[in-house]
T-cell receptor, first 113, second 120 residues
Framework: GENVEQHPSTLSVQEGDSAVIKCTYSDSASNYFPWYKQELGKRPQLIID?????GEKKDQRIAVTLNKTAKHFSLHITETQPEDSAVYFC????????????FGGGTRLMVKP | GAVVSQHPSWVICKSGTSVKIECRSL??????MFWYRQFPKQSLMLMATSNEGSKATYEQGVEKDKFLINHASLTLSTLTVTSAHPEDSSFYIC????????????????FGPGTRLTVT
């Protein structure tokens, strides 16, 4: 089955700096890669996603890049703000009838004011 | 749109009792829902895939007789933790997959707010 590795497990940055979180996946058939933000005790919220036919996608301060050959994808947050502090999860899935998401281990991002 | 609710948001029960958790898609139909379990400071672990009108598909290591799943309608799936024990204490989250514009399943999954189960 699919295996998703996520690094780093914790990340501390100064407000205004950029943050980068990286994930690798094992199944070359995976074609959908969402990123979720989860605040303590809350539900995961989809913040951005990318499909395998695209190499990069951007939404304001958030961008995701995908390297299908290397089987890795990354989340980039620019001009970080304290409210960006949360746990971020990457995931991978194959959009077939199952479409199960396999999650990475999570990254706890702390943005220091 | 694409709102998923869960009930209850938290529950405390005694060891040996059963607890039912409901997951509802409020403004869309979901033929497929997913149940996850999350321990503190850990990732989401898929427990089972719930399909409307058919039996759930359980992940390896998840006891289907202990975690009963019923997906009786296009907007409701239930997870019943039977004969709960303290080690079942966890955060249980469901998600639902949205049908796309063409009437087929889309990529996105939307999560419920979770249910915190504490077994004493």
């Amino acid at each position: 089955g699919e295996n998703v590795e996520q690094h780093p497990s914790t990340l501390s940055v100064q407000e205004g700096d950029s943050a980068v979180i990286k994930c690798t996946y094992s199944d070359s058939a995976s074609n959908y890669f969402p990123w979720y933000k989860q605040e303590l005790g809350k539900r995961p919220q989809l913040i951005i996603d990318i499909r395998s036919n695209v190499g990069e996608k951007k939404d304001q301060r958030i961008a995701v890049t995908l390297n299908k050959t290397a089987k890795h994808f990354s989340l980039h947050i620019t001009e970080t703000q304290p409210e960006d502090s949360a746990v971020y999860f990457c995931a991978a899935s194959i959009n077939n009838a199952g479409n199960m998401l396999t999650f990475g281990g999570g990254t706890r991002l702390m943005v220091k004011p | 749109g694409a709102v998923v609710s869960q009930h209850p948001s938290w529950v405390i029960c005694k060891s040996g009792t059963s607890v039912k958790i409901e997951c509802r898609s409020l403004d869309f139909q979901a033929t497929t829902m997913f149940w996850y379990r999350q321990f503190p400071k850990q990732s989401l672990m898929l427990m089972a895939t719930s399909n409307e009108g058919s039996k759930a598909t359980y992940e390896q290591g998840v006891e289907k007789d202990k975690f009963l799943i019923n997906h009786a309608s296009l907007t409701l799936s239930t997870l019943t933790v039977t004969s709960a024990h303290p080690e079942d204490s966890s955060f249980y989250i469901c998600s639902a997959r949205l049908f796309g514009l063409a009437g087929g399943p889309s990529y996105e999954q939307y999560f419920g707010p979770g249910t915190r189960l504490t077994v004493t």
